[in-house]
């Protein structure tokens, strides 16, 4: 059985077992603990991600993951800052860096 993949979600990858995940939304995956497996639909490459890696997602992709050892791995996935959060939070810290002084583009 295929889980589908909607919110931001955190759990166990466990030794010896494949997940198989469909993604509903983009998201990334971040690995906390462990190492992980990763085949995706449409992607000829597998890939190993160790802890504090991410992995950018597309809706639609299914995912297949399995701890790389034999202890679980911690996996979550989350949903990306949207594009307008991004460009405030950036222009907030230009603006405290012209404020403080700190910037090396001050004009």
């Known amino acids: 059985m295929i889980k589908e993949i909607f919110s ?3 759990f166990e990858v466990e030794p010896d077992k494949t997940t198989a ?24 490459g597998d890939y190993v991600l160790r802890a504090g890696a991410t992995m950018a997602l597309q809706a639609g992709e299914t995912l297949w993951l399995s701890a790389e050892h034999a202890q679980a791995a911690r996996v979550v996935f989350k949903r990306p800052a949207r ?3 991004r460009v405030l939070h950036w222009i907030a810290s230009q603006w405290q860096d012209r404020v403080t002084g700190q910037s090396p583009f001050m004009v």
């Open 21 to 44: 995940l469909r993604v509903g939304s983009s998201r990334t995956l971040s690995i906390e603990a462990g190492a992980v497996w990763v085949t995706r639909s449409n992607d000829q």
């Open 83 to 85: 594009c307008d959060k």
């Open 8 to 10: 931001t979600i955190a």
